[in-house]
């Protein structure tokens, strides 16, 4: 198993996609960065404008850590849909070229070859996560400074500094966890469909009707509360004056449980199909 | 209505009887007056029902005649109203005074003054002030302004004989946030009762204030 993870390791490194994939997100960060930099300043007028009458501020809220909440608003769409094509990648690429076949006929175990796929995929995943979260602090800092983060969330929440990196740096773990849920879905749907082009289409699909239904009302309070896209913003509860420290645990402790839920049946799936 | 009633009796009585300025607030304003400049360090406690906010530290520079300076290293939101410990804008232009009479406050008698200015520069329309006659200091503040509304002062000292106050409370009105839909959170649910009944909301900030150093 060790030597099939750091094959596909090797196979990542290796392949020029990769290194599309992380220049990539650097350019989704840096293009964020740009509007949020004027974003933030409008933000700050509109959250303030109404608070201008009865006080006067001093210190400025256009810091690093009001850049990076925006940068996290804004980044939960487009990396997923990246991540899903580098990680779809590493199972169809290997049925486009036929060394899959050519793997299989050794003493491969299956079940271990498309383990380590998913391991893989995982590991991609938080790679690029740490990535962006070591990138954009870096950027975001060393360009606006460090200052008091102001977010809306029902009531208007002021954190401090150090408490602001804390917190962007939980949302990122949380964020992590939705990531490898998307992550796991690609390798699971490359697995049925196997061509590379209609695996991205079904992954961007899966990523657009998630995203619609994320602000649905199901009418059911177990549905509202449980069903994945529900789960997929829960590092917005970094951002409450309290954190719910219990719901952030349940939320991704059951979207973890549904990326198990989907690696199984990714696994039993080509198990049983017929590599030839 | 209530107000402006109130300020026009006061104004007739005042006419009628060509009053005096209170003798005792005038004791209190020349132990206010020989405080030409000071700094402190300040605590402040926001509590605003909208508005989520730590414990601020900031260093405050007066210097009679000039605008309060506030300074920080954090982000701070201090009330346009109510930092006026020396009671420099009150005490500005030309008023007249109106003795209430006395009342108990916290186990201690105080005497009551409303004061009015009467130029119209004057930005404070009229002021009820609670004096503590035996240390010559005022205790609390009910100050109605022309445009910024109304906020009260309750003041605290730590021995008898400080001229200015180590811990503040002061009471005023905030307009609650108008926040377009588009820059509300994902999870943010729109309660339009809720909102309305928010129209208007009591903020309060605890301001403690330590390290001063009084320059007369």
């Given at each position: 198993m060790k030597t099939l993870v750091w094959a596909e390791v090797v196979k990542l490194a290796k392949q020029s996609k990769t290194y599309y994939a992380l220049g990539a997100v650097f350019l989704i960060e840096c293009l964020i960065f740009i509007t949020a930099y004027y974003q933030g300043s409008t933000i700050l007028d509109v959250l303030l404008d109404s608070l201008k009458q009865s006080f006067y501020f001093e210190g400025t809220l256009l810091n690093g850590n009001l850049i990076l909440y925006i940068v996290l608003n804004g980044l939960w769409f487009n990396v997923p849909l990246i991540i899903m094509i580098i990680t779809s990648g590493i199972l169809t690429d290997e049925y486009k070229d036929g060394t899959i076949q050519t793997t299989l006929l050794q003493a491969v175990n299956k079940g271990s070859f498309i383990g380590a796929k998913y391991?893989?995929?995982?590991?991609?995943?938080?790679?690029?996560?740490?990535?962006?979260?070591?990138?954009?602090?870096?950027?975001?800092?060393?360009?606006?400074?460090?200052?008091?983060?102001?977010?809306?969330?029902?009531?208007?929440?002021?954190?401090?500094?150090?408490?602001?990196?804390?917190?962007?740096?939980w949302a990122f773990a949380s964020g992590a966890v939705a990531m490898l849920f998307y992550s796991v879905v690609s390798v699971t749907l490359a697995v049925w469909i196997k061509e590379a082009a209609k695996t991205w289409i079904a992954a961007a699909l899966f990523l657009i009707i998630t995203n619609l239904l994320l602000k649905l009302?199901?009418?059911?309070?177990?549905?509202?509360?449980?069903?994945?896209?529900?789960?997929?913003?829960?590092?917005?509860?970094?951002?409450?004056?309290?954190?719910?420290?219990?719901?952030?645990w349940i939320n991704n402790a059951v979207l973890l449980g549904y990326g198990v839920l989907l690696t199984s049946i990714g696994v039993w799936a080509f198990r049983k199909q017929d590599i030839g | 209505?209530?107000?402006?009633?109130?300020?026009?009796?006061?104004?007739l009585s005042y006419a009628g009887r060509a009053q005096e300025v209170d003798a005792d607030l005038m004791k209190v304003k020349k132990r206010l007056d020989t405080v030409q400049q000071f700094t402190a360090t300040?605590?402040?406690?926001?509590?605003?029902?909208?508005?989520?906010?730590?414990?601020?530290?900031?260093?405050?520079?007066?210097?009679?005649?000039?605008?309060?300076?506030?300074?920080?290293?954090?982000?701070?939101?201090?009330?346009?109203?109510?930092?006026?410990?020396?009671f420099d804008e009150l005490f500005k232009y030309p008023f007249i005074t109106v003795d209430r009479g006395t009342e108990m406050r916290n186990g201690q008698s105080l005497k009551i003054v409303?004061?009015?200015?009467?130029?119209?520069?004057?930005?404070l329309a009229l002021a009820t002030l609670y004096l503590d006659v035996k240390n010559r200091r005022i205790m609390q503040s009910e100050i109605n302004t022309r445009k910024e509304g109304s906020y009260t002062l309750s003041m605290h000292y730590t021995k008898p004989n400080d001229i200015l106050p180590d811990y503040v409370e002061a009471t005023f009105a905030v307009e609650r946030l108008k926040i377009p839909f588009n820059f509300m959170g994902k999870d943010t649910k729109i309660d339009r009762q809720q909102m309305k009944a928010q129209d208007?909301?009591?903020?309060?900030?605890?301001?403690?204030?330590?390290?001063?150093?009084?320059?007369?």
């Open positions: 391991i893989v995929a995982v590991g991609f995943t938080l790679f690029i996560i740490t990535f962006m979260l070591l990138s954009s602090s870096a950027l975001a800092y060393s360009i606006f400074g460090k200052g008091d983060l102001v977010v809306y969330l029902q009531t208007l929440n002021f954190f401090p500094a150090a408490d602001a990196f804390r917190r962007i740096c009302d199901l009418g059911i309070t177990i549905a509202n509360h449980f069903f994945f896209p529900k789960l997929m913003d829960t590092w917005q509860a970094f951002f409450y004056n309290e954190i719910d420290w219990s719901s952030v | 209505m209530k107000k402006l009633l109130v300020m026009g009796l006061l104004l300040v605590v402040l406690d926001l509590d605003v029902p909208f508005i989520r906010m730590p414990t601020k530290t900031a260093q405050m520079h007066y210097e009679k005649g000039k605008q309060t300076r506030f300074s920080s290293e954090d982000f701070v939101m201090l009330p346009k109203r109510g930092l006026d410990f020396s409303n004061v009015i200015p009467t130029d119209k520069r004057a930005e208007k909301k009591t903020g309060v900030i605890k301001i403690r204030i330590k390290e001063y150093r009084i320059y007369e």
